[in-house]
């Protein structure tokens, strides 16, 4: 079965930095992306950043682009969001999830991940 787990979340202040990690298990990393997204209160699920694990491609929110970084250890098979210069708005429930393939153009589209796993929220005090 595949499964998924993410961890990491936590309280931080503004400006502070934060690793999230997603271990994987019940498939190949090489032929599957990885998606970060995240939900705060009242609004719609948004795509963070895509990790290809067959040619590592990246991709990310422009929110988030000079400050966040996600990486891959496929040895264990595990991708890790790290996060840095957190701003208050980045407070979430932040989920990883997977689907075969690449990331692609359309790696944003939360509907297209076929596997989710549990959230675990990122408060961002100011």
């Known amino acids: 079965d595949v499964q998924l787990q993410a961890s990491g979340g936590g309280l931080v202040q503004a400006g502070g930095s934060l690793r999230l990690s997603c271990a994987a298990s019940?498939?190949?990393?090489?032929?599957?992306?990885i998606g970060w997204f995240r939900q705060a209160p009242g609004k719609d699920r948004e795509g963070v950043s895509c990790?290809?694990?067959?040619?590592?491609?990246?991709y990310y929110t422009n929110s988030v682009k000079g400050r966040v970084t996600i990486s891959s250890d496929n040895a264990k098979n595990t991708v890790y969001l790290h996060m840095n210069s957190l701003k208050p708005e980045d407070t979430a429930v932040y989920y990883c999830?997977?689907?075969?393939?690449?990331?692609?153009?359309?790696?944003?589209?939360?509907?297209?991940?076929?596997?989710w796993g549990r959230g675990t929220l990122v408060t961002v005090s100011s």
């Open positions: 999830a997977t689907d075969p393939g690449l990331c692609g153009r359309t790696w944003y589209v939360w509907r297209k991940y076929v596997y």
């Open positions: 019940g498939f190949s990393f090489e032929d599957y992306t």
């Open positions: 990790i290809s694990g067959s040619d590592g491609s990246t």
